[in-house]
C-alpha cells in the first residue's frame, strides 16, 4: 500500500510517497509518476514515515539538516540500486561527476548508465542527485529542472549564491 502526502517546499511542491517499508519517492510538482513506474492518486494520508520526512525536508531547506534518516524502500535494477547508494554517500555541500561515480562503481565507460540511473533516482533530495555533475562542472539534467538543481547547490554551499534563492 502507498501513503503520500504533498508539501510546500522553497523548490516548489513535492509529491511524497511512502510504504510501510520506507520512503520510496518523491516527487516534483508536475511529474505524472512514469519516471518512478508509480502511481500518484493520493493527497495527504496520515502515516509516520510521511511526519518525519515532511519534518527532516523542512529541516533541510531551513539549513538545519545535512543528511536524512529515513528508511528507504527503492525498487530498481542492480545497478540503478548501486547508484543510488552512491548517491548516499556524497557528502552534503560537495558534488560529483558521473565519471567520478561511475569510477567508484568500478565501471569507468558506464558514464551514461549512471546518469540514466540517477533519473530514475526515486527519491530526490534524500538520495542527493542533485550533487552530480557534467565533467565540466555544468548543471547538467534533473527531474525537477536545472534552476532546482541550482538552488539546492546554492543551499548547500556547493555553489556561489545567486540571485534565484529561496
Same mark, same amino acid.
Given at each position: 500500500?502507498?501513503?503520500?502526502?504533498?508539501?510546500?517546499?522553497?523548490?516548489?511542491?513535492?509529491?511524497?510517497?511512502?510504504?510501510?517499508?520506507?520512503?520510496?519517492?518523491?516527487?516534483?510538482?508536475?511529474?505524472?509518476?512514469?519516471?518512478?513506474?508509480?502511481?500518484v492518486s493520493?493527497?495527504?494520508?496520515? !502515516?509516520?514515515?510521511?511526519?518525519?520526512?515532511?519534518?527532516?525536508?523542512?529541516?533541510?531547506?531551513?539549513?538545519?539538516?545535512?543528511?536524512?534518516?529515513l528508511?528507504? !524502500?527503492?525498487e530498481?535494477?542492480?545497478?540503478?540500486?548501486?547508484?543510488?547508494?552512491?548517491?548516499?554517500?556524497?557528502?552534503?555541500?560537495?558534488?560529483?561527476?558521473?565519471?567520478?561515480?561511475?569510477?567508484?562503481?568500478?565501471?569507468?565507460?558506464?558514464?551514461?548508465?549512471v546518469?540514466?540511473?540517477?533519473?530514475?533516482?526515486?527519491?530526490?533530495?534524500?538520495?542527493?542527485? !542533485?550533487?552530480?555533475?557534467?565533467?565540466?562542472?555544468?548543471?547538467?539534467?534533473?527531474?525537477?529542472?536545472?534552476?532546482?538543481?541550482?538552488?539546492?547547490?546554492?543551499?548547500?554551499?556547493?555553489?556561489?549564491?545567486?540571485?534565484?534563492?529561496?
Amino acid at each position: 500500500m502507498y501513503y503520500y502526502r504533498n508539501m510546500d517546499t522553497p523548490v516548489g511542491r513535492l509529491l511524497i510517497i511512502a510504504t510501510d517499508q520506507g520512503l520510496r519517492a518523491i516527487l516534483w510538482e508536475k511529474e505524472d509518476g512514469s519516471r518512478v513506474k508509480l502511481p500518484v492518486s493520493g493527497n495527504n494520508d496520515p !502515516h509516520p514515515l510521511l511526519d518525519d520526512t515532511v519534518q527532516q525536508l523542512g529541516e533541510y531547506f531551513a539549513g538545519k539538516r545535512r543528511s536524512f534518516e529515513l528508511p528507504l !524502500h527503492l525498487e530498481g535494477t542492480p545497478f540503478q540500486r548501486q547508484v543510488w547508494e552512491a548517491l548516499l554517500q556524497i557528502p552534503y555541500g560537495e558534488t560529483r561527476t558521473y565519471q567520478q561515480l561511475a569510477i567508484q562503481l568500478g565501471n569507468p565507460k558506464a558514464v551514461r548508465a549512471v546518469g540514466a540511473a540517477n533519473g530514475k533516482n526515486p527519491v530526490s533530495i534524500v538520495a542527493p542527485c !542533485h550533487r552530480v555533475i557534467g565533467s565540466s562542472g555544468s548543471l547538467t539534467g534533473f527531474a525537477g529542472g536545472v534552476a532546482v538543481k541550482e538552488k539546492l547547490l546554492t543551499l548547500e554551499g556547493a555553489i556561489k549564491k545567486t540571485n534565484t534563492l529561496f
